[in-house]
């Protein structure tokens, strides 16, 4: 992909061309909409990627989940806080051996929750370990803690301008019914204080559950992003 706002005509075709040089499919893909809408459609063929695109939700109405749209969240935060009323939401210190232990463990539950192959694993905690590495300083880690065991946490950004990007989410689901309404309502309430207003939830990837959970927290926007070919 690429982003600016220069010589975008010129730009892609170089990029497209090498790719035909390097033996790879000469597709641009995840270009942001800001550079698709102003290519030139007589020599591009540009098609959206719906399951690239990022969700944009409201902080102020996750933090509330009031009305219709989020009565399924209202009930499973009202399960468990029933059922759960010792567990702790708090932030993470993303600096401690320790938690970034407990945050790996957390990963490996989530793919034996979710049956994931053992790669997928691997490529969450190193996923995670670059992202600490370049960016520990400007994240912001929240979690939920059952003692001081974490049973859920998040990943996010504060990218200025209100908004916010959550990178990386995980929770024990299967022992902690309705743990992620309620943890993704809480982070709503953290983020806001911080003055973010909007969060960036990522694409679905196609996914029908994920697609399904994300469409449940009623974006108020998407980041469209594009498939370029001449």
Do not use: I
């Given at each position: 992909m690429f982003l600016g706002r220069n010589s975008l005509n010129e730009t892609a075709r170089a990029l497209l061309w090498q790719c035909e040089r390097e033996g790879m499919t000469p597709v641009l893909r995840f270009v942001p909409k800001c550079c698709a809408d102003a290519l030139d459609t007589l020599c591009f063929s540009v098609i959206d990627?719906?399951?690239?695109?990022?969700y944009i939700v409201s902080t102020s109405a996750i933090s509330a989940y009031e009305g219709q749209s989020y009565r399924l969240q209202r009930n499973f935060v009202r399960r468990f806080?029933?059922?759960?009323?010792?567990?702790?939401f708090r932030e993470v210190d993303l600096k401690s051996v320790e938690r970034?232990?407990?945050i790996k463990a957390l990963i490996a539950t989530w793919a034996e929750q979710k049956e994931r192959d053992p790669s997928d694993v691997e490529n969450e905690n190193a996923a995670i370990t670059r992202c600490l590495d370049a960016f520990e300083a400007a994240l912001i880690g929240n979690g939920i803690?059952?003692?001081e065991k974490l049973v859920a946490f998040a990943l996010c950004e504060d990218v200025g301008n209100g908004y916010g990007v959550n990178h990386f989410e995980k929770a024990a689901t299967t022992v902690y019914t309705g743990i992620v309404p309620y943890f993704r309502q809480k982070t709503a309430q953290a983020l806001r204080?911080?003055?973010i207003e909007y969060v960036n939830l990522e694409q679905d990837l196609g996914i029908p559950g994920l697609r399904q959970s994300k469409r449940s927290y009623a974006p108020v926007a998407?980041?469209?992003?594009?498939?370029?070919?001449r």
């Open positions: 990627e719906p399951d690239q695109f990022d806080t029933e059922l759960h009323s010792a567990l702790q970034k232990a407990q803690f059952d003692g204080e911080r003055g998407f980041l469209k992003k594009y498939r370029v070919a």
